[in-house]
């Protein structure tokens, strides 16, 4: 079959025109922030991989464009988990960026080169299409392209590069070697683009062996998907089955009868101190990694835990993540973005005072989100916290429960201490309206994504030295498992 | 001379009133954001660094706190300039954060290591002198502490540490190294602390012996400090002489007597992008890098000029930097910090659509900050663009001069075009009236900032062809140097 051609004449007759829409397009995605536009440009050695980015480019305002070729991870990069670097390039919205290979650089490369680990790909195959659905969901419209032309045309285009001085460096070893395993390659790339290939974020093949032909059909289907995602979105009022909030539906916390003494407390909390720093000082824990969120009501004493914490760590080795409302930059970025930018690398510490779970207690039950959003985060979020521990992190994750009463005599008590005031706030004081409803929808996060490698621990924490020395108790725990 | 002690009884009187009243500070400091504190923790070996700060941030919320322990460059960080990495670890205004050596790691280990390039220390110093004044001025506190013991006793604290399993990793080749050579090691960072001790961030020479006496003093200076920071600025009303807007202060920028017609411009400016093209794909450019800074009134040409650029240029290898007013959260960092966020690593090229000149033009003219802001941001600009060039990156900027009738014609142009109307808003308009004011502060700035290594080019920008072509040949030429 011949390869689809457009004549030079015709080229420069299409050509104005679509360059006028897709500046267009650009600037409307750029006034309006409907959407982010990641373009995955992917495919064969010579198939004209930078040619096409380029000429697109030149069309477009660079201002808003971003450009990145990751490459094989280094050193540093392998300390976190394999898609953390694609979250740190994601486009904010307005923006487009492109992505020579993008995620699919690593998956398709192993498939390529080694097809013993099937275990592992099917999670990479899981991994990408869960990431591309979480995107699309969270306004990044995710463009997949794959160039290809047939072997002779490859040969000649690379016998062409490497005899010119000024383009020999782009010709690399791994080119060399997809070109001379021409057909094997090309079974396992059609395996994986059908592997990956779903309705929210198709792959687009495009015939890279004429210019022409190659130029204005990527810039044909850019203009598309722009245009797409510069429609209003679906109000998407899915209704669910509400369920209602039964007894067996609520968290049953039982707070100890007993208050521990001071002594037993000093005694413990330092046993315990002692435990854990020994714990995060082993080599073993170099190869591998903490992250704790603290989530509950206010006032349930989530800060004064975390200190108990630090207190047995090295300065070095952790870092306290406070979370509050996103700013008007990081909404501009889909939902978990802001988390992934806080996950440590191997050998390091992360605790979040308020997490991820914000999108299903806070925005939940305020009404800050959308039904249709937050439902789905429990899937996100068990996916994301998989990510995590597939690489060696552990994951503890806390509820401290404080009871209705023992909150009120806090905030009672902070009123009146001039150094704690600033701690309660109006909004304080309004959330605590929402007591019974921020009840239940803890009750159902622990229940759809407590896993088992990333546990919830239900604290009761009506007494604060209870709750210390169980937390640094689970704590232990964990990385003892 | 015996080491300062605090006995026991001391201490345990002493402290809790000192963190009462640094979490008092801490609270204080991270409500109002009056500033932001860069503690730098340097000393001997085994003179209680770790220790100092992991009990100092048990005192704190460690929410407001950062830790950065950089060590050495690493391959990545080598690419950059030396003092960037710093840079993105600075603290906002609020927060406080512990470094480990800081920008003093490499200063002082090249000293004690190799005293044969006395030119390149002298420009250490100078360096850091510089950074230390600007971070004040732009309201980060700098502390500084250094910490010591007798030959004798880090003898004996390493022994102990080394004879202990979860320790020993702790004690590097470089602490045995400098424990073996203590009076050399000793007289060296004599020298470095003398040369680096100024009066608004002097060193704190403390005696690390005594475990009791070494936290309280670190402790009192730290709160002392923040104290300090928490002061009301002194309204800095400076008188400069005002310089009268003369005939010789003004640009005078001729713009061309003939149109450059559109065979001309297409066939040098296919040359030129060819020429440009070339320079940036050498395997020479792989050890420089571009930093290119555009600068005009409102519709001077500068993104059709950018974009002439970007097209001869491999999508890899540059980013478009788009500046406009700062984001609140950019407030909260020295005025620097946004664009040593975008500093290109070698072998890439970073194009800036305005640049950190905002500071002595739009924030000058229309009154947004401060005369001794904005007038010692002169010299500040000049020391950036020397570190840059000194790290191999070839700087030049661009100020595109369009006359006061042709900006009209422009504006109006684009009110009439759909497409472009965007392009045009209030503010612009606004600022036209500011026109000649403009001018001077444009003039006041190249003369003020034009250097060897970082020239300034007037571009008459009336015929857009011939300033396209004009700033292209600029690029090249500075290329070629």
Known sequence: MAAPRISKADFERSLPALRDELLDLQLKLHTSKACAVAVIIAGTPAAGRSETVNELISWLDPKHIGVHALGDPTK????????????????????????????????????????????????????????????????VRVVKIYLHTDHETQQRRLK?????????????????????HFDQVNRVVRACLKATDHEIAPWHRVDGTDEEYRLLTVGKILRDEIRAGLQPRQPRRLSWP?????????????????????????????????????LVRKSRFRKQGLVLAFEGMDAAGKGGAIRRITHALDARQYQVVPVSAPTPEELLYPYLWRFWRHVPPLGSIAIFDRSWYGRVLVERVRDLTPEADWRRAYAEIVEFERQLTEHGLFVAKFWLSVSKGEQLRRFKARDEDPLKRFKVDREDWANRRYYDAYQAAAAEMVRRTDTESARWTIVPADDKKHARLAVLRAVCDTLER
Chains 1, 2 share one sequence.
Not at 161 to 176: F, P
Not at 271 to 278: E, N, P
Request: no cysteine.
């Open 242 to 278: 509400r369920e209602k909030p039964t007894k067996a539906a609520a968290l049953s916390v039982v707070q100890p009868a007993r208050l521990v003494d001071d002594d037993e407390y000093d005694q413990q909390l330092e046993t315990l101190q002692g435990r854990l720093a020994r």
């Open 160 to 180: 062409e590069l490497r005899a010119n001085k000024l383009t020999s460096w782009r010709v690399t070893k791994e080119d060399r070697w997809q070109a001379k």
């Open 76 to 139: 540093e990069d392998r300390r976190f988990p394999a898609l953390w670097r694609y979250w740190q390039k994601l486009p904010a919205r307005g923006r487009i960026t492109f992505f020579f290979a993008g995620w699919y650089g690593e998956y398709v490369g192993g498939e390529i080169k080694d097809k013993s680990s099937k275990r592992h790909d099917k999670r990479s195959v899981e991994r990408i299409l869960q990431l591309e659905q979480m995107l699309v969901r969270d306004r």
